[in-house]
Structure formats: structure tokens, C-alpha cells
């Protein structure tokens, strides 16, 4: 049973436009998510995160927002550029839920961002 | 800062034999490193999660005695793949948690395993 799902397998933007990665968790334990973007052949490279005790943080051209009641959250990139093009994963934990806060991914989405 | 290094980045070797995966986290301790496993088009499936100075735990389905782990210090794990064969054949990412921080988890660029 997947805890983290992405199920938009790929998406594409156009450059400048926004792009919208959708990220749905059934574990009402996860109370830290993060997003991840992954080239081939590369680990995945941190991104940006929320604590559950926040709705919204924002990092440059990255926001990432939490919708605790809808288990809901999204990666909004504006403006999209060319070098955003990859694999984006969301990553959720429970910090405190005896888990020792280990990661749980959900598949992935591919960006692909045309200029 | 929050860099993690592997090595080696790529690896060929012969059906039986050993492969050791070295992942150090370069400025900052980690009490606690991950081993995940990628097949192509897949999610990062994790392998065991490796404590400093204790044995590693290991998700379910994950062989201990076929991918041995140390973490000897708070800057070195590794990863011994034993006895490998070619269905072994994947993409190795460790991970290293910053407990001084927000326990986000860190990458290493990982190491292809190809086994003839």
C-alpha cells in the first residue's frame, strides 16, 4: 500500500509558465515532507521542505504547500525554466512516530520543461 | 554545506565477487545513513538503515548476510554487496541525515553496479 503517491507520472510546462507537482500521503503520522528533484544516473538532490505545523514555505522560485486536512501537498515552480527539467520526488516522514524518520518516496513525477 | 560523497561512482564486476560502496557525508556527522536501491522507472526503494556504531536494520525482503553494512563512524558507511550477481545489477544511493538540522535527508550521486 502506497503511503506517498504522485500520480501524475510526467508533466509538461512550458518555460516561464508554472509548474505544479502534486504530492497525496495516507499516513496521518508524517508530519515532515520534502521534495527532491533527481537527474539520470545522480541522487536525488534536496529541494525544499515543510514541517506539518505549516501550510506554506517558500525558497526562491520553489513553494512548496501543505493541505493537512486533505493530505495534500504540492511543489509550485514559477517561472519554470529549461534546468528544472527532471524527476521530481516528494518524501514524507514521521519524525516522531518511531520510525527512526526514515523517508517514505512516492514515485516520481517527470518535469519536462519546454522552452 | 550537507554534502555527501560516494565512491565508486561505477563499478563492473564478476558474477561471485565482492563490491564495497563507500558514502561519506563531507561536512556535517550523521548518526544515521540510509541505503536505497533504484530500478530503472522505480522509486527509490529503501535497503537498511545504518546507525553509527550499531548493526543496520533492514527493510523486509532485504538480504543482511548478502548486503553487509558498517558504519563505523559518523562520516563512513559502506555497503558490501557479497557474492554479486548479475540481478544484483542496480543503482546504489546512500543518504545521510544532518541531526543537527531539520533530519532532512542528503544524497550521495550514487554508484552503478553492473555485474557480468
Known amino acids: 500500500d502506497q503511503q506517498v503517491k504522485q500520480n501524475s507520472p510526467s508533466l509538461s510546462v512550458q518555460e516561464g509558465r508554472i509548474s505544479i507537482l502534486n504530492c497525496d500521503y495516507t499516513?496521518?503520522?508524517?508530519?515532515?515532507f520534502l521534495w527532491y528533484k533527481k537527474y539520470p544516473a545522480e541522487g536525488p538532490t534536496f529541494l525544499i521542505s515543510?514541517?506539518?505545523?505549516?501550510d506554506k514555505n517558500e525558497d526562491g522560485r520553489f513553494t512548496v504547500f501543505l493541505n493537512k486536512s486533505a493530505k495534500h501537498l504540492s511543489l509550485h515552480i514559477v517561472p519554470s525554466q529549461p534546468g528544472d527539467s527532471a524527476v521530481y520526488f516528494c518524501?514524507?516522514?514521521?519524525?516522531?512516530?518511531?520510525?527512526?524518520?526514515?523517508?517514505?518516496f512516492g514515485k516520481g513525477t517527470k518535469l519536462s520543461v519546454k522552452p | 554545506g550537507a554534502v555527501v560523497s560516494q565512491h565508486p561512482s561505477r563499478v563492473i564486476c564478476k558474477s561471485g565477487t565482492s563490491v564495497k560502496i563507500e558514502c561519506r557525508s563531507l561536512?556535517?556527522?550523521?548518526?544515521?545513513m540510509f541505503w536505497y536501491r533504484q530500478f530503472p522507472k522505480k522509486s527509490l526503494m529503501l535497503m537498511a538503515t545504518?546507525?553509527?556504531?550499531?548493526?543496520?536494520?533492514?527493510e523486509q525482503g532485504v538480504e543482511k548476510d548478502k548486503f553487509l553494512i558498517n558504519h563505523a563512524s559518523l562520516t563512513l558507511s559502506t555497503l558490501t554487496v557479497t557474492s554479486a550477481h548479475p540481478e544484483d545489477s542496480s543503482f546504489y544511493i546512500c543518504?545521510?541525515?544532518?541531526?543537527?538540522?531539520?533530519?532532512?535527508?542528503?544524497f550521495g550521486p550514487g554508484t552503478r553496479l553492473t555485474v557480468l
Open positions: 543518504s545521510a541525515r544532518d541531526v543537527q538540522g531539520t533530519d532532512t535527508q542528503y
Open positions: 518524501a514524507a516522514s514521521a519524525r516522531y512516530g518511531g520510525s527512526q524518520g526514515n523517508l517514505i
Open positions: 499516513n496521518s503520522m508524517f508530519d515532515y
Open positions: 545504518s546507525n553509527e556504531g550499531s548493526k543496520a536494520t533492514y
Open positions: 561536512d556535517f556527522q550523521a548518526t544515521t
Open positions: 515543510i514541517s506539518s505545523i505549516k
